[in-house]
């Protein structure tokens, strides 16, 4: 390759990064906030807390919410998944009666845990007469803390926009190095590449971004979609799930968390790396091909013009701005951490690059497994 065709294609590519920082500032304006002061939530609210292994986390996340305000009619079902340690005891201890423990039979053939999980707890729901068309389903990890009026504020992001699915994406809290450096990807590749008022009026499923640490979604969008049946098998039953619920014609997607909860997803790079590991191969419409070339083009955009500033070229530098201006308006937005962590988005990026190689060997092999069970049935 000739220095004036290398040029140009560092032009371009940094054109591509102005580009994307430009969305992904309007995308910050037009991500949809909760109410400072939400109203009181007027149905039925079931919250699904599938838990496996959680004694550390599962008393934090009951008392955040057991303390919501607004909702008058709250249940919570606690969905023990195999758990080996003391998570269930915790939960029995727990004298509030609108504490549930449910226990989960072991997943059938072609699910998958934690939608077998999910599904479990809204049977239990079903049975009380809870998870009906006017209720409203939350869906929380036990790692997550929501702030005292996250349903309510949730809920009322649905009502006021006629919305079926809401996933609130909760303030990231990352300590380590590799946390920071890899865990401000996600909502930045979702502010950067997803059009947002499109998305959610769309049932591409390329257009969809969600988070199963906080999901909201009404009863009738939850059954019209067929439920977590109807994602039994996905590594990803998040994003399943709400592309589920756009086929049958519901709307949908990411809004602000930061102001309703936080949450620290993993503790450190082992479980960071493993956690990443089981579902990037994924990532992209399910496909290990596709996933590794999503992840050769943003190393392209977001990679290759810093490189050719370092030689000097003053495109180059312009994309690498760009990318760090981008990422720090997304982690302005989104309650993240923007300094001094965005002027390393490139080395974010080739961290990356690195999971979603160890993620689609694992996916190869066969090998990958999450709390100690296999993955390989998500082809199914």
């Known amino acids: 390759m000739t220095r004036?065709?290398?040029?140009?294609?560092?032009?371009?590519?940094?054109?591509?990064?102005?580009?994307?920082?430009?969305?992904?500032?309007?995308?910050?304006?037009?991500?949809?906030?909760?109410?400072?002061t939400p109203a009181p939530v007027r149905g039925p609210v079931t919250v699904v807390l599938p838990v496996r292994d959680e004694e550390d986390h599962v008393a934090g996340c009951l008392a955040a919410l057991l303390a919501q305000q607004g909702v008058g009619d709250l249940?919570?079902?606690?969905?023990?998944?195999?758990?080996?340690?003391?998570?269930?005891?915790?939960?029995?201890?727990?004298?509030?009666?609108?504490?549930?423990?449910?226990?989960?039979?072991?997943?059938?053939?072609?699910?998958?845990?934690?939608?077998?999980?999910?599904?479990?707890g809204v049977a239990a729901a079903q049975a009380d007469g809870r998870a009906g068309d006017d209720a409203v389903l939350v869906f929380v990890d036990a790692d997550v803390r929501l702030f005292p009026d996250a349903l309510a504020g949730a809920v009322a992001v649905l009502d006021a926009h006629g919305l079926d699915l809401v996933s609130p994406w909760p303030r990231p809290l990352a300590e380590s190095a590799t946390e920071r450096l890899v865990q401000p990807l996600v909502p930045w590749l979702w502010a950067t590449l997803l059009p947002l008022r499109l998305a959610e009026h769309s049932p591409r499923p390329s257009l969809a971004a969600a988070i199963g640490q906080f999901l909201v979604v009404t009863g009738r969008g939850y059954r019209t979609a067929g439920g977590h049946a109807a994602v039994r098998g996905e590594v990803m039953e998040d994003i399943a799930l709400l592309r589920a619920v756009k086929r049958v014609g519901g709307r949908g997607g990411p809004i602000d968390g930061s102001r309703l909860a936080a949450c620290r997803m993993y503790d450190g790079w082992p479980a960071l790396r493993d956690g990443y590991a089981?579902?990037?191969?994924?990532?992209?419409?399910?496909?290990?091909?596709a996933s590794v070339a999503a992840a050769a083009a943003l190393t392209a955009v977001w990679?290759?013009?810093?490189?050719?500033?370092?030689?000097?070229?003053?495109?180059?530098?312009?994309?690498?701005?760009?990318?760090?201006?981008?990422?720090?308006?997304?982690?302005?937005?989104?309650?993240?951490?923007?300094?001094?962590?965005?002027?390393?988005?490139?080395?974010?990026?080739?961290?990356?690059?690195?999971?979603?190689?160890r993620s689609v060997a694992g996916h190869r092999r066969g090998t990958l497994t999450w709390r100690g069970r296999p993955l390989a049935m998500a082809d199914g």
């Open 4 to 36: 004036r065709v290398a040029d140009r294609v560092v032009g371009v590519l940094a054109g591509l990064s102005v580009a994307g920082a430009l969305h992904a500032a309007v995308n910050a304006r037009l991500l949809r906030r909760p109410p400072a």
């Open 75 to 120: 249940r919570i079902v606690v969905v023990d998944d195999g758990s080996t340690d003391g998570t269930a005891a915790i939960v029995r201890a727990e004298p509030d009666p609108r504490v549930r423990l449910v226990t989960a039979e072991p997943p059938p053939p072609g699910w998958l845990g934690k939608p077998w999980a999910c599904a479990t």
């Open 278 to 289: 089981k579902s990037l191969w994924a990532s992209v419409g399910g496909s290990p091909v």
């Open 303 to 357: 990679v290759v013009p810093p490189a050719a500033a370092l030689r000097g070229s003053r495109a180059g530098l312009a994309g690498y701005l760009a990318g760090v201006a981008g990422r720090a308006v997304v982690a302005a937005r989104t309650g993240g951490r923007a300094w001094p962590d965005a002027l390393a988005h490139p080395v974010s990026l080739l961290v990356l690059d690195s999971l979603v190689a």
